[in-house]
């Protein structure tokens, strides 16, 4: 079991290909959890590499796989489900029963209203309001969020 510093790689793809390259030879990485961050004691599950910033609030029966990052100040309302390789920016809000596929990026300040489904590999602009799903590889921007363009994989 290792400490973590996959966030350190800098963006998603990055964090991923050390990560993958790190278990692919064996080795198992706990969360880390900054000791001002905020966890429900009620079924928040975290997988391995997962990182939860100072300040960030993760609440009851949410699911966050493996090398998630959860930055400062993030807020993970109950029931959302966030795939491995994801990163939730500081001051972005996921309301209830979100879900995020593999590798998302949620963006600085923004906020994605309950029950909302984001597709793996998509992009959500920082201060964007998300209202409705968004399919796979599509970046999305605004104030409701609507669809900028496709992202090539």
Partial sequence: LLLNGIGS???????RAV???????????????????????????LGDACQV???AIINAAAQIGDNVLINTAA???????IGSHSH?????????ECRLGEAVHIGAGATVIQGISIG????IAAGAVVTRNVEPLTLVGGVPARKLRNIDE
């Avoid at 807020?75 to 489900?81: D, K, L, R, W, Y």
């Avoid at 500081?90 to 209830?96: I, K, R």
């Fill in 9 to 15: 790689a800098g963006p998603i793809d990055n964090r």
């Fill in 19 to 45: 990560y993958r390259r790190l278990v692919e030879a064996g080795h198992r990485f706990a969360p880390l959890i900054h000791p001002r961050a905020s966890l429900s004691a009620l079924g928040v599950g």
């Fill in 53 to 55: 910033l100072a300040g």
């Fill in 75 to 81: 807020v993970v309302e109950h029931g959302c489900v």
């Fill in 88 to 96: 939730v920016a500081s001051g972005a809000t996921l309301c209830g």
């Fill in 120 to 123: 793996a590999g998509a992009v």
